[in-house]
């Protein structure tokens, strides 16, 4: 019973590393950070970095270990954050406000750059389907 404990203590180091390394990947894809809040993410590398600090202590490699493996990808993302946070993601079959230009989620309301109502927008055939569904979806929960 105590290999199981220890063989899923590991697992559960990878998969906090690997959640972390999920986001790092995300961000270099997309270079969209703007959901992201850096105090957030620095007080995280704080907090493992003093926990690190008493796995060392306490001679705890699995504590040590799980330290480093969520440290890393947390201060590279806050590194990300600065880096990108002037970036603006586009997505190419998102539509475009009318009004002003700006490109807008199709789930939205009000243009956020001009304060359309309701928003009129281009959309290309091929996408309207999809609006469509998202729409259909949206009056089904409401």
């Known amino acids: 019973m105590e290999w199981i404990l220890k063989y ?10 690997l959640g972390y390394w999920t986001q790092v990947y995300r961000i270099h ?31 705890s490699t ?5 330290q480093i493996a969520v440290f890393v990808p947390v201060t590279i993302i806050i590194f990300q954050i600065i880096i ?11 539509p475009e406000c009318l009004s002003c230009k700006e490109e807008l989620e199709m789930t939205w309301k009000i243009c956020p750059y001009c304060g359309t109502d309701a928003p009129e927008f281009v959309l290309l055939p ?8 998202k729409k259909q979806s949206q009056k089904q929960q409401d």
Do not use: C
Not at 38 to 59: R, T
């Open 8 to 17: 899923m203590s590991w697992v559960a180091v990878i998969s906090l590393s």
């Open 126 to 133: 091929e996408f309207q389907k999809t609006l469509d569904e």
């Open 29 to 59: 894809l997309h270079k969209e950070v703007r959901d992201l809040a850096l105090p957030s993410y620095v007080l995280m590398s704080i907090g493992f970095a003093i926990l690190f600090f008493q796995a060392v202590k306490d001679e």
């Open 62 to 66: 699995i504590f040590i270990a799980k």
């Open 84 to 94: 990108h946070r002037k970036d603006k993601w586009h997505d190419s079959h998102n």
